[in-house]
């Protein structure tokens, strides 16, 4: 039943409603598909057992007749997620070999809807990065590859393992986390969906911190409805997270299809930077052609201090990192090198477990906010942080949604910007923005470049209205057409 | 100030003036932790009351606990202390084994409460004032314990994320005493509002001293700040090394290095934490896993408006409604429950007919809190009810008893013999003043010492000779007035 | 302010993670040129604007003064990579 691997989503937990198949037989096909695809290094950890048991459980529920929203569903969950007797790492050897007595918040609302668990995914070293390169069980390799050639693409960062394993149809959907465009920049070279939505959507706790006022969960999927019916069940209001919004969920899902006629479409003009490759314009123009089409407005806005988001992100990012990342110290839990004194332990411990950009963003981070400094960069990374912020806030005055690139490149290859850190870093030069105002940010498959790679666009809303990018979202999505899949060479 | 001159110091050089500031860490006396639904308590085993999120486990986030937002309100307002209804928590950067973060949540820039000033009260009844600089609320580390094994540490989280209540003073005590007397003034305001219990043994009330000396009425003086000293005893001592060490050291020439150094009980003395001083850079900056703490204006007032009354006012009260002493007043307030024993014996003091409110406080601080304090305990551990306080007092004043006897009475009640009037009874301790009886020994006393009465003719004033007499023969039971009306009528004087 | 070798040494050991002498010189060029891009932020005009700390503006949420959690060291105790008695042991700290 290979086919069942093809499915979306939807058709998928449609023909769980209708008995076509049974959750233990998706699954198994899903682990199989695992199994034969263990060259791109997706996931970290195969967990067939724990999966099949689940599944048998979602199929003995159907049964009954009280399925959840995604009963018999096997998804993928990013490694940064802490799941409950499962090892997560973070994909960072100072983790080690971390079991976690508790469940993330988000994981399990997704197994309260019956949500089957196949393992867990691959991705950037404590979601640092943009490339997975960074993760300390060696890079993911885009599934997708250019046009007569073989050289191995990296699928984006940090949520690469989410993004490659959609992408090859390793699961239905993957949990991701964003703190600079680690959900929409993979799912961009993937020519998969992903969004990060609302700042405090989604709770933090159980999920191991990268830079807490940015990070933010959301799913990458196979469509625009697969990425809404994961979101209404991966979003809502905890308790243990101090940050997390107290507002109900809608079902996102009912966005998908509406009409769009009349709203308002910002285009801003800084986003169309200097040197923009021309496929990345042109597909730009073909998404804002789209969005005309279906009665769209189209709008020329500014976002000032759009080319301040970077460098403020760079501050502010890695100094709650060198602060997160503190507790893994090798005293309570994961790897400990000793030393001749504790000083000379933890500083073993750090710098054998911690991978090299990890230790320099905690170096950055540490500067920062060291006597002397903390004004002339933290604090005015902050204020900066401010300004971008009332950027967005004043073109929501004029504008329903933002259009903009996900990304200012295809996937390339793996290692070409391993040695240049700021090259890296520009990756995220698009949707850096929304993580810094909070905003939600969502990245669809829009088209292909000359060399036959997925390209993103990515549609930023209102806060609390990812409801709206859902809509036009699914109205680009119908527009673009059915997208051409990876070929399968693993 | 004027009376500084006893307080200074003499150095080589001549005299030097101390000049004081203190930290004091008291514990909220709550059921769970600051940021996490860990029980806080004391004597649970080890790493039992540790939740994940005290033990910094990977993707664990803190929840305030609205308590000890609460406790610290209260604690700003028995302050006399401006409460900022916007505050921030900020992270404190520190590698420790203790403290499992990584970094002590704490509140740098923007504390829960501003200024405000305590009146604390010497020794001798006079008072001074302290400013306080801030009260902020901070998480608690855990237990490094170094003696169980040669070769390692072994950490307990127990105390970990613990809420204390961190208040700072102005540098505004200038001797060991003052400090001390400080000290005591905070935890009773502590205590009455209940927002900590105080207890000093148990380490949920700790001060760090920050020392300087300077010549009378010059600049301040380069500090060092002396840790965790657990009693007031250890406070004076402290404080009194410290002055010591650097007046010699700026005599000797030498300059005072800004540290961080530990009172040593055993041999009374400070030494450099060079360890905590190595990389002094806490890198503060707000916490991103918590907002800032908006206080609601109605919730302060409402919480104003539950405080008790505070031991100044009270002090204040028992003086202009008892007509008690400064001193007395000042012993009694020292804890609430105290002035409540005092207040409930004058209740039953006055429903039983009496009315003598200082004798009641004469034995509740001369006798009960003697002899107790002795012994190590406060009033709650005393044996006798309020209620016999009183009894004793109305059989004074009743004159069934004399001062003596009712000391004799009092012993018997510390030794939980019950009622007074049941104890004078049981003992036959009641004055003797059946005239018939009296007459009888006292005619038998002046035949049997004519010389002595011939004596009290010349010189009356001698009479108390034969009083004393009289007492011994009745063992101390006879009522002193009739035995000397008695005396005088037979001695015809 | 551009980062020497001290820095570099000084920042790594506040961080506690070792770097080898021979390491800083590299280190500190490439946080030079992270840090020469970030200096454009110099470029904005920030007077008088307030820090932006979190993009939730709401107040803090406060719980219950309850106890909800702990009672089994087991599980605080379960990652440990040493533990005796219920305690973490760690390298002897020295005072």
């Known amino acids: 039943m290979s086919g069942l691997t093809d499915l979306t989503l939807k058709a998928a937990l449609d023909g769980l409603a209708s008995k076509a198949f049974s959750s233990e037989e998706i699954t198994r096909a899903h682990i199989a598909a695992i199994e034969a695809a263990r060259a791109l290094n997706a996931y970290v950890l195969e967990t067939p057992e724990k999966a099949i048991e689940m599944a048998r459980a979602s199929d003995a529920r159907r049964a009954s007749g009280d399925a959840g929203a995604l009963d018999g569903a096997p998804l993928g969950i990013k490694d940064l997620f802490c799941t409950e007797g499962v090892r997560s790492t973070a994909c960072s050897n100072i983790i080690g070999n971390f079991v976690p007595t508790y469940e993330s918040s988000v994981t399990t609302r997704l197994w309260r809807a019956g949500a089957v668990m196949l393992g867990k995914l691959n991705m950037d070293e404590f979601a640092m990065g943009s490339s997975n390169e960074s993760s300390a069980f060696g890079p993911v390799t885009n599934p997708w590859r250019a046009k007569g050639s073989n050289r191995p693409l990296t699928p984006g960062g940090s949520s690469g393992g989410s993004a490659a394993a959609v992408a090859a149809d390793l699961c239905l959907g993957a949990t991701a986390t964003d703190t600079g465009g680690s959900i929409r920049q993979p799912a961009g070279f993937t020519g998969t969906v992903g969004i990060k939505p609302t700042y405090g959507r989604c709770s933090r706790w159980g999920i191991v911190a990268f830079a807490s006022s940015l990070d933010q969960a959301g799913p990458i999927a196979k469509t625009v409805e697969d990425a809404a019916i994961l979101l209404t069940s991966m979003a809502g209001h905890d308790v243990k997270d101090s940050t997390s919004l107290s507002v109900d969920v809608p079902d996102f899902a009912s966005f998908v299809g509406k009409d769009v006629k009349g709203l308002r479409i910002g285009i801003p003009g800084e986003y169309r930077l200097d040197g923009l490759q021309p496929e990345i314009a042109a597909l730009w123009d073909q998404g804002v052609a789209w969005l005309k089409d279906a009665g769209c407005e189209i709008v020329d806005i500014s976002l000032p201090h759009t080319k301040y988001a970077l460098p403020a992100y760079y501050i502010i990012a890695p100094a709650e990192a060198s602060s997160n990342l503190a507790r893994y110290d090798g005293m309570r839990f994961g790897r400990r090198e000793e030393g001749t004194n504790l000083t000379e332990t933890y500083e073993n411990t750090r710098a054998s477990g911690f991978g090299a950009e990890v230790k320099r963003r905690i170096l950055i981070g540490t500067y920062v906010l060291s006597a002397g400094y903390y004004d002339a960069y933290y604090l005015k990374a902050l204020k900066v942080r401010r300004r971008i912020a009332e950027d967005f806030t004043a073109a929501f005055h004029k504008v329903d949604a933002i259009l903009t690139p996900t990304a200012p490149s295809a996937a390339f290859p793996i290692g070409e910007k391993s040695d240049d850190p700021v090259a890296m870093y520009l990756n995220d030069v698009f949707t850096v923005t929304t993580n810094l105002a909070g905003l939600p940010g969502l990245s669809l498959p829009a088209g292909q470049s000359s060399d036959g790679l997925p390209l993103g666009l990515q549609l930023i809303g209102r806060p609390l209205d990812e409801g709206t990018l859902f809509s036009l979202a699914g109205a680009m999505e119908k527009a673009r057409g059915v997208m051409a899949r990876p070929d399968r060479w693993w | ?493 | 302010m551009a980062i020497d070798v001290a820095t570099v040494r000084k920042v790594a050991r506040l961080a506690r993670i070792a770097e080898p002498e021979d390491r800083l010189e590299s280190l500190a060029s490439e946080l030079n040129g992270i840090m020469a891009w970030i200096e454009q932020l110099s470029e904005v005009n920030t007077d008088g604007v307030e820090p932006m700390t979190s993009a939730v503006e709401q107040p803090l949420p406060m719980r219950d003064d309850v106890v909800t959690e702990g009672g089994d060291p087991r599980l605080v105790l379960a990652n440990a990579p040493k533990s005796k008695d219920n305690f973490f042991v760690v390298p002897k700290v020295v005072e």
């Open chain 2, 1 to 493: 100030m004027t009376e500084t001159a006893d307080k200074l110091i003499q150095g080589r050089t001549g005299p030097w003036e101390i000049v004081l500031g203190l930290e004091i860490h008291a514990q909220v006396a709550s059921k769970a932790k600051l940021f996490s639904g860990a029980a806080v308590g004391f004597g649970a085993g080890p790493n039992e009351q540790v939740s994940l999120v005290d033990a910094a486990m990977p993707g664990m986030l803190p929840v305030i606990n609205r308590f000890c937002v609460e406790q610290a309100v209260r604690a700003g307002l028995g302050l006399n202390a401006q409460i900022n209804l916007k505050s921030r928590f900020d992270r404190k950067n520190y590698f420790y084994p203790d403290l499992p973060q990584g970094y002590q949540i704490s509140q740098f820039k923007d504390p829960i409460v501003g200024e405000g000033e305590v009146e604390v009260e010497r020794d001798d009844g006079s008072t001074f004032v302290v400013g306080v600089e801030r009260l902020h609320l901070e998480q608690d580390a855990g237990k490094s314990l170094h003696d169980q094994d040669p070769n390692a540490t072994y950490v307990d989280l127990n105390r970990a994320g613990t809420a204390l209540m961190e208040i700072v003073s102005r540098p505004d005590m200038r001797c060991a005493e003052e400090a001390a007397a400080y000290v005591k003034k905070i935890r009773t305001i502590l205590r009455y509002i209940g927002a900590c219990d105080g207890d000093m043994e148990k380490g949920n009330l700790r001060a760090d001293v920050n020392v300087s000396v300077r010549r009378p009425g010059a600049e301040l003086g380069t500090r060092c700040e002396i840790k965790n000293v657990n009693s007031y005893r250890h406070i004076q001592q402290a404080i009194e090394y410290e002055a010591r060490r650097q007046v010699e050291i700026i005599e000797d020439g030498g300059k005072i290095d800004q540290e961080t150094r530990l009172f040593d009980s055993g041999k009374l003395e400070t030494r450099s934490m060079r360890s905590k001083e190595e990389a002094h850079d806490y890198r503060y900056f707000p916490d991103p896993d918590l907002l800032p703490l908006i206080l609601d204006a109605d919730w302060v007032e409402q919480i104003k408006k539950s405080l008790p009354e505070l031991p100044d006012a009270k002090k204040k009260r028992l003086q202009g409604q008892y007509g008690l002493s400064a001193y007395d007043a000042g012993v009694m307030i020292i804890e609430s429950a105290r002035a409540d024993y005092f207040e409930s014996a004058v209740a039953a003091l006055k429903a039983a007919g009496g009315s003598d409110a200082k004798l009641v406080a004469n034995y509740v601080t001369n006798e009960l809190l003697q002899r107790l304090s002795a012994d190590g305990h406060e009033i709650d551990a005393s044996p006798i009810p309020a209620a016999d306080i009183a009894g004793l007092v109305k059989l004074r004043e009743d004159g069934v008893v004399s001062s003596k006897i009712a000391k004799e009475v009092f012993d018997h009640m510390w030794a939980g013999e019950g009622a007074p009037y049941q104890i004078v009874e049981t003992h036959g301790l009641k004055q003797e003043s059946d005239t018939g009886a009296l007459e009888g020994i006292i005619a038998a006393l002046i035949a049997a010492n004519p010389a002595q009465a011939d004596a009290v003719k010349e010189k009356p004033q001698a009479i108390g000779w034969f009083v004393g007499q009289v007492m011994k023969a009745t063992g101390g039971k006879a009522n002193p007035g009739s035995v000397n009306e008695i005396l005088k009528a037979k001695l015809g004087i």
